[in-house]
């Protein structure tokens, strides 16, 4: 049984040990009264009061020293001793044994009652109070109870017996400090209770702050777990997403380039009337002329082009979406082309050159060309159509051909219902195309366009390998750059407006503002139409200190010299040694 349930019994039969103690009290005064009939009736009467009062006090400790006892605490055991009780000589007929609290406040009120209790009303009765005094009398070891442990709880008891008298004192015998201490009243008693049961609520916060904290605790591992989960998921979102993002970037990166730089083989196409822009890009792409139909598709709607015709078109793998979007949007041929409709322009070619070659391939003549390309009012219309590309050539002096450099060598679909001009500005497109990227990075280099074009005309001549363009390139801007002319013999044959293979010092003297024996710096402008690898030789060449080169006619390769007495020497040995 628990401790709460042994309270509530004794609590319950509070009033049975109540009733029993004041029954066994009438009992005592009956029988005293038959010993001693011949004592008056004021006496008797104190006497009764007397036990009365012993008896109901008896009670109550038997109660409430009992209910006491098993509410201690093992500290209050540690500091408790034994008790020994002094009792007078004089003692009362019967006894009673009183359960003493081992605690320091009980200990103190079971002295005070047992005093009070044992006071002797008379003289004659001394020979039988002492022999059943040293018959009930506890010695020292007969106080020493053992202990007594409740379930549930960690306090402990001792019990030990105390003496009660239930002989009625004498009313008339002096009361001395001692025995006129009083009882501790009902409403001490009921603070007591009320500070116990403060204790048990106590414990009870106890254990629930500590199922409380453990619940909280695992509260909070979960927690923890599912910040973890929710972690590795969002890391493992974010490096998917990422790997997505990446690719779906390259793969458009990709679909926007050329398929294929290197393949120049025309492929004839045929778009229907009425097809969509997303119809034409599969259409391309089946005819392998584009990478991916739907990046054409997306292209075309975030740059806004519209208007494609209808026909029949040429296209190369090396053609760029801008450049298949143009010729879409300039119309196609109502009939299949055949060879005769292409114009490929060689690189390195002249205007003069090309003017010839459409002559041939297309129903227009030489002198026409020739005509378009010395016409300022449809120039002018070039420059505002494109400012960056032709700006530098709109202020150059003494040209022969303000468009000389900027007919990008390609090939080109030669229609009967295109016009010159329109198959001139499909090449001035082109180049403008191939240097769009570069247009800062001219900048940044301190160069013009009209430079750059100038220099790429010659390199493209003057080395056959990349390599060798890369190199001669430096070695012009290092003669730029010591104030050296360049000394080319492609300036040369410009000026002289013909074709040889070997260059005399008579054709080195010819009076040209294109002759760069004569004249230092870049010239007045191009000498040719570059390719984008010249283009590309001169925004990026190979650092060295030459100041010459000459090539080996025989072979082609370039050999390079830091002084004149050096190249020479490579001259005698590369160039002269067939003489």
């Given at each position: ?239 998917v997403a990422g790997v997505l993002a990446i690719s779906g970037y390259n793969y458009v990166s990709a ?62 793998p090396n053609m760029t979406l801008d450049q298949i979007s143009k010729e879409l949007q300039q119309g ?248």
């Amino acid at each position: 049984m628990s401790e709460d349930q042994n309270q509530h019994s004794e609590e319950g039969s509070f009033k049975e040990q109540i009733m029993r103690a004041l029954e066994e009290g009438r009992k005592n005064r009956e029988v005293e009264s038959t010993k001693k009939p011949t004592e008056g009736s004021s006496t008797s009467e104190a006497k009764k009061d007397t036990d009365d009062d012993g008896d109901l006090a008896s009670s109550y400790e038997r109660l409430f020293g009992n209910r006491q006892s098993k509410k201690d605490t093992t500290a209050s055991e540690q500091k408790s001793k034994p008790i020994e009780k002094e009792v007078k000589k004089e003692e009362p007929p019967k006894e009673k044994e009183l359960s003493i609290d081992k605690s320091s406040n009980s200990e103190s009120k079971s002295k005070a009652e047992i005093k009070k209790k044992v006071e002797k009303p008379a003289a004659e009765d001394k020979k039988t109070i002492n022999k059943k005094e040293q018959k009930t009398e506890p010695s020292k070891a007969e106080t020493k109870q053992p202990t007594v442990r409740h379930s549930g709880t960690k306090k402990t008891t001792k019990a030990v017996p105390s003496i009660e008298e239930s002989k009625p004192k004498d009313v008339n015998e002096p009361k001395n400090d001692e025995q006129v201490e009083e009882e501790p009243s009902i409403f001490h008693r009921l603070g007591e209770k009320f500070e116990e049961l403060r204790h048990m609520d106590e414990e009870f916060e106890g254990d629930l702050s500590e199922e409380s904290n453990l619940k909280r605790a695992e509260r909070r591992k979960e927690d923890r777990v599912v910040r973890k989960i929710v972690y590795i998921l969002t890391i493992g979102i974010l490096i998917v997403a990422g790997v997505l993002a990446i690719s779906g970037y390259n793969y458009v990166s990709a679909g926007l380039k050329p398929l294929d730089k290197n393949d120049k083989k025309l492929v004839q196409v045929e778009v229907p009337s009425g097809s969509s822009n997303r119809q034409i890009g599969d259409i391309l792409q089946d005819g392998d002329v584009i990478r991916d139909g739907m990046v054409f598709n997306f292209y075309t709607k975030f740059k806004n082009l519209t208007n494609f015709q209808a026909g029949y078109y040429q296209f190369s793998p090396n053609m760029t979406l801008d450049q298949i979007s143009k010729e879409l949007q300039q119309g196609g041929s109502a009939e299949p082309l055949d060879d005769a409709s292409k114009l490929t322009v060689p690189e390195g070619y002249d205007v003069d050159k090309i003017a010839g070659l459409v002559a041939k391939k297309t129903d227009f003549k030489k002198e026409d060309f020739i005509k378009v390309m010395k016409d300022e009012k449809f120039f002018d219309q070039l420059k505002a159509q494109y400012p960056d590309l032709l700006g530098d050539a709109a202020n150059a002096k003494d040209v022969r051909y303000r468009l000389e450099g900027y007919l990008f060598p390609a090939t080109y679909n030669v229609h009967k219902n295109r016009s010159l001009e329109d198959l001139v500005t499909q090449m001035v497109d082109t180049t403008n195309q191939i240097l769009t990227p570069y247009y800062s990075q001219i900048k940044e280099k301190g160069l013009t366009v009209q430079e750059v074009m100038t220099l790429a005309s010659l390199v493209e001549k003057e080395g056959v390998t990349q390599s060798d363009r890369k190199k001669i390139a430096q070695v012009f801007f290092n003669r730029i750059k010591a104030q050296m002319p360049l000394q080319s013999d492609i300036s040369i044959l410009y000026a002289l407006g013909e074709h040889k293979e070997v260059v005399t010092i008579k054709d080195t003297e010819v009076d040209s503002p294109y002759n760069l024996y004569t004249n230092a710096g870049y010239g007045p402008g191009p000498f040719d139409n570059p390719s984008q690898e010249a283009i590309l030789a001169v925004l990026d060449p190979t650092e060295n200190d030459y100041i010459y080169f000459v090539a080996d006619i025989s072979t082609g390769k370039v050999y390079y010299a830091k002084t004149y007495e050096e190249h020479m020497e490579l001259v005698e040995k590369y160039v002269n040694k067939e003489k």
